[in-house]
Nanobody, 127 residues
C-alpha cells in the first residue's frame, strides 16, 4: 500500500514556473513507476510524465516535453514535477500516481494502469 500527498500547486502567470511535490509513504520498490497526470474541467485525465523509481528513467507527454521535468529523491521518498514556461492550457488539477510494474521498455500512460493516487493539487495559469 502506498499513500501519496501532492503539494505545490497555485496561481502563476503564463511563462512562469511551479514545482509540484508528491510525498509517498509506505514502501516503494525498484519496480515502482510514479506518474503525474492532470485533469482540466470537462476533460479526461491525461498523462503528463512518469519516472521509474529504480534508475530514474523518465518519460513525458509531447505537450510538456522540454518544459516539465520529473525527478525523484529516494531519501525523501518524494517525486517532483518542475514546470517551466507555463501556458494557460496547463491549467488543471494535477495528480500523482504510483504502482508496481514489470520493469521493461514500456511506459505506463493510462490512468487505469495506476492503483495509487494522491488527492490532487490545483494549478492555474493566468494569461
Amino acid at each position: 500500500q502506498v499513500q501519496l500527498v501532492e503539494s505545490g500547486g497555485g496561481l502563476v502567470q503564463a511563462g512562469g514556473s511551479l514545482k509540484l511535490s508528491c510525498a509517498a509513504s509506505g514502501r516503494t520498490f525498484d519496480n515502482t513507476y510514479m506518474g503525474w497526470f492532470r485533469q482540466a474541467p470537462g476533460k479526461e485525465r491525461e498523462f503528463v510524465a512518469a519516472i521509474r523509481w529504480s534508475g530514474g528513467n523518465t518519460y513525458y507527454a509531447d505537450s510538456v516535453k522540454g518544459r516539465f521535468t520529473i525527478s525523484r529523491d529516494n531519501a525523501e521518498n518524494t517525486v517532483y514535477l518542475q514546470m517551466n514556461s507555463l501556458k494557460s492550457e496547463d491549467t488543471a488539477v494535477y495528480y500523482c500516481a504510483a504502482d508496481s510494474k514489470t520493469l521493461g521498455s514500456r511506459w505506463y500512460r493510462n490512468q487505469y494502469e495506476y492503483r495509487y493516487w494522491g488527492q490532487g493539487t490545483q494549478v492555474t495559469v493566468s494569461s
